[in-house]
């Protein structure tokens, strides 16, 4: 069925709503075989974000954990990460559909500053809604979008997370669609936004793809990312769905444990139901209210998760581990003290997931694990993590 | 559905909308009367969801305050059992999705039949995607009412030819709450729903002064009012009886000289 994955997807979009999502399936439809459409793409891809991205042989990791590991760079494309990929390809759509104004939701801010940087580039206006906590704990990723000429709207309804930022970026989308594209920063919402974003996202599994089977003559043994909303994961994971002998790893946070209110763990927690356009997967209460979520990662703070995702989980084509605070932040400090990379707190999930990964894998299998974005954002809040107050 | 369709022949009809168990569910018990009393025609139930997304501040806080004391879909299935005991005002529900998905779409329209719903209003449930509740509305016969936006012109028709009980046109884009002004448009969604149905069109979102529920019911057959209901219950709390008696007489006096269904 259109716009399905199994069971999940869909278009549960208010009425005032609708006539909008069709209008950018129609055109994502129109356009995503268009040869001057994805030229263009491939143009910015390259010699704007800085495609295709490194895959990096990470030998000092490789030699501790008895696998050879492989990490993907996203955190040097140009805004630090993969959120960049999604957003040149909305951008250019909106373009094609006409609209000037641009409105985005953030989490950790790293899809903000991507929306606002595309914004910039195509001089189009920009707004972005964020969580009030979230502007709290992510204030360099605000600044940094009102740098590229973004307006930031601090979210102050409900747990004024990430969910709160969505809810208000499709309040806004509702009153105001004529010119306004919602530039949605994950694989999640109505349909064609799950498929949409995997698309855009997929240059990252495509790239891994080729540069593994140039450089080892063979296909990875498993794959790892980190999953919130699961876009830098469906990319990730997308090129290698039919590859039945690579295993796919996706990380979930953990939070303070599953076994505490205290997570983002939507797989291991979540039920399926019906919220922010589309079936799948949510942290939900007993009758159907989203529940609050933790994460120590802001960009992993989501009770949902890509309809997608929720059926390579429900097919068991794809496994899912949830990894805690504690656990990533050792994974943090593990990567940069190994291998001399900072990465986002939301990528150390994936490091750390790969790090159990290894374990479970015979010596000699090769690994390839996606570091979705780089970690200055994160450094401060590591530090109060870790009892340090650190000033600029 | 005959109760709702009734409720539009004497006059334009007049749909006040609360929030269950705001402030509490004895106290919203007793506003429905007092509302029935001043002239209200049907009653719209919100059952209070975590993310109200079609909704303004004013309902979002309602649902904040009924959240607060554990009021969800199974106590506003209560509420509505008590008010079938002291009423027989059409009753309708609104609700999100997610609710009404965990409870069930079997049981939870089995359970509106039992007590007396007669029509369910899911916002973020579109034409489309109504085939997985339709069956179960139809079995127990409860309305699954449709909504038409400003933004729904060449889908108009086909929603409409799917409406029962009363068709929900929406006057302005964005989400519930009081307005100054509409976005236009209405006369054209009511003249298209017409030309394919003889269910009633009752116009919602923004309305709160009598002149606005005269001049939106002069082009449709009924309004509803919702957030300035909410907002005195908000205001007033347990002792909104009298507010709300005076603002749902306002609006019905405002419309009751207009002449009936066109």
């Known amino acids: 069925m259109k716009g399905r994955f199994g069971l999940f997807g869909g278009q549960y979009v208010p009425e005032t709503l609708m006539s909008e999502v069709l209008r950018v399936e129609e055109a994502y439809e129109t356009y995503k075989n268009d040869p001057q459409f994805l030229a263009e793409l491939a143009d910015l891809n390259r010699n704007y974000t800085g495609r295709p991205s490194l895959l990096y042989e990470a030998k000092r990791l490789s030699a501790d954990l008895g696998v050879k590991v492989y990490l993907k760079r996203e955190d040097l494309n140009h805004t630090g990460a993969h959120k960049i990929n999604n957003c040149i390809g909305q951008a250019l759509l909106a373009r094609r559909m006409g609209k000037t104004r641009l409105i985005a939701e953030t989490g950790a801010g790293q899809h903000g500053v991507a929306a606002a940087t595309v914004a910039a580039l195509f001089g189009m206006e920009c707004e972005v809604y964020m969580g009030e906590i979230d502007t709290e704990r992510q204030a360099l990723n605000v600044y940094r979008m009102r740098l590229l000429g973004a307006k930031v709207h601090a979210v102050k309804t409900g747990s004024r997370v990430l969910k709160d930022a969505v809810n208000a970026a499709m309040q806004d989308w509702s009153a105001r669609c004529g010119d306004t594209h919602y530039l949605i920063g994950s694989a999640v919402g109505p349909a064609p936004f799950p498929e949409m974003v995997r698309d855009f996202q997929s240059c990252i599994g495509r790239e891994m793809r080729e540069e593994l089977l140039r450089r080892e003559g063979r296909l990875p043994d498993a794959v790892v990312a980190c999953v919130g909303g699961g876009s830098n994961a469906i990319g990730t994971f997308y090129p290698f769905v039919q590859d039945e002998g690579v295993r796919l790893v996706g990380c979930e946070a953990g939070g303070k444990g599953v076994d505490t209110p205290y997570h983002a763990a939507t797989m291991a927690r979540g039920r399926t139901g019906v919220f922010h356009g589309m079936k799948s997967l949510f942290c939900q209460d007993e009758d159907g209210n989203i529940t609050e979520v933790y994460s120590i990662s802001a960009g992993l703070d989501y009770p949902g998760v890509s309809p997608e995702h929720a059926e390579l989980h429900r097919a068991g084509r794809a496994e899912y581990i949830a990894v805690t605070d504690e656990e990533a932040v050792a994974a943090f400090e593990y990567l940069a003290r190994t291998e001399g990379i900072i990465c986002a707190i939301e990528s150390a999930h994936a490091v750390a997931g790969a790090v159990r990964t290894a374990k479970t894998l015979p010596p000699g299998s090769v690994m390839a694990v996606t570091i979705s974005g780089r970690g200055d954002k994160d450094v401060a809040a590591i530090a109060r993590y870790r009892g340090e107050a650190l000033r600029d | ?262």
Do not use: W
């Not at chain 2, 998905?101 to 109504?130: H, N």
């Open chain 2, 1 to 262: 559905m005959n109760e709702l369709k009734q409720a539009f022949e004497n006059g334009k009809a007049l749909i006040a909308f609360l929030t269950a168990g705001d402030p509490s569910i004895e106290d919203s018990v007793r506003y429905v009367k007092v509302m029935e009393e001043a002239g209200a025609d049907i009653i719209e139930i919100g059952v209070p969801f975590s993310d109200p997304v079609a909704d303004g501040p004013v309902i979002m806080e309602a649902d904040v305050r009924a959240l607060a004391h554990h009021i969800h879909l199974p106590q506003a299935l209560d509420e509505a059992r008590a008010i079938r005991k002291a009423s027989s005002i059409p009753l309708v529900f609104l609700t999100y999705y997610n609710p009404v998905f965990s409870y069930g779409a079997e049981r939870f329209f089995r359970e509106c039949a039992a007590i007396g719903v007669s029509g369910v209003i899911i916002p973020d449930l579109p034409l489309e995607e109504q085939g997985e509740v339709r069956p179960h509305a139809d079995r127990f016969g409860v309305s699954l009412i449709q909504l038409i936006a400003p933004t729904s012109r060449e889908r108009v028709q086909a929603i409409a030819r799917a409406a029962s009980g009363f068709v929900y046109l929406v006057s302005s884009m964005g989400v519930t709450g009081m307005r100054d002004g509409f976005s236009g448009g209405v006369e054209e969604m009511a003249a298209a729903v017409r030309e394919v149905t003889d269910v009633p069109c009752a116009v919602g979102f923004g309305i709160h002064t009598p002149a606005q529920a005269r001049q939106m019911a002069a082009l449709a057959d009924g309004v509803i009012t919702g957030s300035g209901v909410v907002d005195l219950i908000g205001k007033h709390g347990a002792s909104a009886d009298e507010a709300l008696s005076a603002y749902i007489r306002g609006l019905k006096d405002a419309v009751r000289d207009l002449p009936p269904r066109l």
